[in-house]
Each structure stands twice: as C-alpha cells, then as structure tokens.
C-alpha cells in the first residue's frame, strides 16, 4: 500500500508570518492518518518551517538544488545545504526550471544523482506542454522524460524516488485535467515502472501536480494510480491545503 503524499509547493512566495500561520494550523490540525505532508518553501524559509512544523510532523523539502556539493555558483543551493536546515524532500525537474531556467534532461538526472547523494528524496516533475498534448505526444513526452532519468539509475536509486506529474498546461492556468486525462498518464507511467520492475511500479509514489485544491482534490486523489498531490497556488492557504489533506485520508 503507497502512503498518499501532499505537497505543497510554494514557488516564490511565502513569509515568515505565512510560515508562522502554517505552523499552527498544522499543529493544531488532526490531519489524516497514514497521510505525509510537506511544503516546499523557499530557501530562505526552510530553517524556520523545520523549527515551526516540527509538532505537526510535517516535512519540509527544497524547491531546486544545485547539482555541484560546493563552489562558486553564487546564489546556488547545495543538497548538504538543504538537509543541513532540516529539508527531507527537494523537487527536481519542475516545468518552471525547465522552461524558465533552461534544465534539460541531463541537468534535471544530475540533480537527481546530487539529491539522492546526500540522502534527499528528489521528487521528479515530469509534464507536457498544451502544444504537445493537442499533438497527441502526452506519453511520448512524459514517459522520454522519465526515461532520461530513470534509465540512467540503479535498482535501489529508483526506488528512493517521488513522481509528480505535472501537466504543463495546467500549471497555474486554472485549468486542471480531468480525473479520467490524469488517471490515464499516472497509469501509462506505472505501467512503465513495470518495464524495470513490478516491484517498482507497485511501491512508488506519483503525484498529481496540475492545479488542485479542495474543490476537485477528492476526485483525483480517488483515482488509483494518484498517489497524492503536488499543491501550486492552494498551498498558500491554510484552510484550502488543509482540506486537501483531508481528501487523501
């Protein structure tokens, strides 16, 4: 049985009192059971959402990292940085660092080698754009994505992995794929899983990371091969993303 996993996932927004706010409606929240929640926060947060969300056990995660562990890439942040502060997740591949900071397949597999090196679980974004969906390339994009980064790992590797699948047109659009369009990617990649190993295919966790919220968060989280969410703008208020959780249980 996979443990359902929400995330929320804040981009650049966020503040100090919103972390505050957070705190304490989680701790004081009877959140599911058998339910793991996270929030990946910006880096100048994650010290202060370890320390404020450690009652809930809640867990925080990173939004991107660098795949070098040290040196001079000014305004970069290293994976050891990232579990230094507490972080236990960090998201990789994201369509806004492929798309707006140029990460192709071979940056996102070396961030990945980089997360899984110090003990972080990356959590791999994979989606398609609404150009290569109305192509009818959804699979051939998402599943070449995964490709190029599963292909390239070992048995235990892979196993230490999240996926969220995020179609790119729905990020931040308002519009959400169905439950039945969400359901038949989630299933085209399980059955991909399968391709390296049932094992694989029948453990790992994949996400659905399109603009959910509360009002179509219990439809997609019924689906069988949605494991969880992966939360844009909804994570940002706490009543929403705590009804979101509650969808999962």
């Known amino acids: ?72 890439f000014t305004g970069e942040v290293s994976g050891a940085m990232l579990v230094d502060v507490g ?54 994009v998402v599943l070449g994505q995964l490709a190029a980064v599963f292909d390239a790992l070992s048995p235990d590797e892979r196993s230490r992995l999240v996926i969220a699948y995020e179609p790119v047109w729905a990020i931040g659009t308002g519009r959400t794929a169905t439950p039945e369009q969400a359901q038949a990617v989630h299933a085209a990649i399980r059955t991909r899983l399968a391709d390296y190993a049932p094992a694989l295919a029948e453990g790992l966790r994949v996400l659905y990371g399109g603009s959910m919220k509360a009002a179509n968060a219990g439809e997609l989280l019924a689906q069988p091969d949605i494991d969880g969410g992966l939360v844009g703008g909804a994570s940002l208020k706490v009543d929403e993303f705590l009804a979101i959780c509650q969808s999962a249980g």
């Open 1 to 72: 049985m996979r443990t359902p996993l929400i995330a929320g996932n804040w981009k650049m927004n966020g503040s100090l009192a919103l972390v505050e706010d957070f705190g304490r409606a989680l701790a004081e929240a009877r959140l599911p059971r058998g339910v793991e929640v996270a929030l990946m926060v910006p880096a100048p947060y994650l010290a202060a959402a370890v320390s404020t969300l450690a009652a809930s056990e809640v867990a925080v995660g990173g939004q991107t990292l660098n795949d070098q562990p040290s040196g001079a």
């Open 87 to 140: 972080a236990r997740f960090v998201l990789v591949g994201h369509s806004e660092r492929r798309t707006l900071f140029g990460e192709d397949d071979a940056a996102v597999l070396a961030r990945v080698r980089a997360a899984l090196g110090v003990g972080l679980i990356p959590v791999l974004c994979l989606g398609e754009s609404l150009e290569e969906r109305e192509a009818g390339r959804t699979e051939a």
